[in-house]
């Protein structure tokens, strides 16, 4: 399964692909924005998006709502990491289309136990 990260910060996608690898993860692709993701995801095969939501450029949610609205995107899983907590917030993320929602810091369980929810579903 390729898995895609996308964060704005090279050091989160560093600990989001490490995290990935411990857990037995091997085929991980980055992208540091909404915009490069979506360019790669309309390149190559994507089994699963793991996203920030805060990025320049094209935020996360602006990348769910674009692959939501493509047929060939709009059934890959996304999971969003971020700092937004808010119960608002996150309903607003379900509603673009979220499959899963964690927020930071998380460990590597937490990453797991929601990977593992989404495609238990």
Do not use: C, H
Request: aromatic share 4%; proline share 3%; charged share 25%.
């Amino acid at each position: 399964m390729r898995l895609l990260v996308v964060d704005d910060s090279s050091t989160m996608r560093r600990i989001i692909r490490n995290s990935l690898k411990t857990l037995g993860f091997e085929d991980i692709v980055e992208a540091e924005n909404g915009e490069n993701a979506l360019s790669r995801l309309q390149a190559e095969q994507v089994d699963f998006v793991i996203t920030d939501w805060n990025m320049p450029v094209m935020s996360g949610i602006e990348l769910v709502t674009a692959m939501r609205g493509n047929p060939t995107l709009k059934a890959t899983p996304v999971l969003m990491v971020t700092t937004v907590a808010e119960k608002d917030e996150i309903l607003k993320a379900m509603q673009a289309g979220v499959t899963n929602y964690v927020v930071k810091p998380f460990d590597a369980a937490t990453l797991k136990k929601k990977i593992d929810q989404i495609l238990a579903a």
